[in-house]
């Protein structure tokens, strides 16, 4: 048999490079075990993490951002009570003054909805504290990047309005007073959503740079590795007839030598 081995061992090596291409298609993989590129195997683990935390950031920050959004939205909702009150309070010193009450209940009823504004959470979060609190937010994947956005204090801020059971006891100081402190709160509260949309697009290229380095060291050229294990394949065939012809031959001639 020995006299076949250069017919043999080229199967052999075929045989060997078939299974390791189908354990490349079968994982889908380019390195699906260490020693074939520790190296890589090292760098692609890092990757693996670092993706796996960019993702759970840019939710985080998808979710912080709905946060501000919806603490906006309610002082949104402030501006506009201390709008009417304005009006009420310019209305009520007419002429006519006050003289059905209407102004005064209509006031109260938006002092009670004003006061209640401060009670509002996002999910089970506060969105205004008193004093000022604040909710720290990661910034980036590695943790070396974060801030705070705040829970504003909005019941300190229209206080002077609260304070007052009598539409006759507020001044219209008072009122523009309060309205600029509400404006104070959404401008902090503009800025804060600047800075999470920042860090949001930042991470989200950050993210997919990630993913296509990983791409590039751990996935499998299907097209190379197909083509590859056709060839390797092909190849075993051609050697098992080569050698069984080989075999024949051999047969043959010390049938008719014999």
Not at 45 to 61: G, Q
Not at 159 to 186: K, W
Not at 187 to 211: I, P
Request: no cysteine.
């Amino acid at each position: 048999m020995a006299a076949y081995n250069y017919l043999i061992d080229p199967i052999g090596a075929n045989q060997s490079q078939q299974n390791f291409l189908l354990q490349q298609l079968s994982s889908g993989n380019r390195i699906f075990s260490s020693w074939i590129d520790a190296g890589g195997m090292a760098v692609s683990t890092k990757l693996d993490a670092a993706i796996s935390r960019s993702s759970v950031v840019v939710n985080n920050l998808a979710t912080t951002n709905s946060f501000l959004q919806t603490q906006d939205g309610t002082l949104q909702s402030a501006s506009e009570i201390l709008d009417r009150m304005g009006q009420l309070k310019t209305m009520s010193e007419g002429v006519f003054g006050d003289a059905t009450g209407a102004y005064q209940t209509e006031f109260t009823e938006l002092s009670k909805q004003l006061s209640s504004l401060s009670g509002e959470s996002f999910n089970g979060v506060q969105m205004f504290s008193d004093p000022t609190g604040s909710l720290a937010v990661m910034g980036n994947e590695s943790g070396s990047v974060s801030f705070e956005i705040s829970q504003a204090n909005i019941e300190s801020s229209v206080s002077d309005i609260t304070a007052q059971a009598n539409l006759a006891d507020v001044t219209m100081a008072n009122i523009t007073d309060s309205l600029q402190n509400v404006a104070n709160l959404r401008a902090t509260n503009g800025a804060q959503q600047s800075r999470v949309g920042a860090s949001f697009d930042l991470m989200k290229v950050n993210y997919s740079n990630y993913s296509l380095e990983y791409s590039a060291i751990m996935d499998l050229d299907w097209a190379k590795a197909t083509t590859d294990f056709t060839i390797a394949n092909l190849a075993t065939e051609t050697g098992y007839s080569l050698f069984s012809n080989a075999l024949t031959s051999s047969t043959t001639v010390n049938t008719l030598l014999s």
